[in-house]
């Protein structure tokens, strides 16, 4: 028998809370944009996005997901591409301010 004891850990549980997730099995285009989407249409698209984030019972793991990875494409966690870049630049600061 293979010795498995080497082999990375199953995960899982790193990822099953999208099994909950409300966006799962709907289209991706609302929370992923085209290359060239501007302005009301943008709006409109994640305006969408964030209604259905807004009753998924996994926003708070899957934005705290979309920070720690850095997402910088998509809505994840209610929040859009600008929101996360600003709470990611936030973060990246704090972290600055306490290390040693
Ligand atoms: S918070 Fe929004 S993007 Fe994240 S899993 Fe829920 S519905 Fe999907």
Do not use: Y
């Not at 899982?12 to 709907?26: F, M, P």
């Amino acid at each position: 028998m293979p010795d498995v004891s080497r082999l990375p850990r199953p995960v899982a549980e790193t990822w099953d809370w999208q099994l909950r997730a409300a966006c799962r099995g709907q289209d991706s285009a609302v929370f992923f944009h085209p290359g060239n989407e501007r302005g009301c249409h943008r709006e409109e698209r994640e305006s969408r996005a964030k209604q259905v984030c807004a009753r998924c019972p996994v926003l708070d793991r899957c934005r705290e997901h979309a920070l720690s990875v850095e997402e910088s494409f998509g809505i994840w966690g209610g929040l859009t591409e600008v929101e996360l870049r600003s709470l990611i630049t936030q973060r990246r600061r704090a972290g600055r301010r306490h290390t040693p």
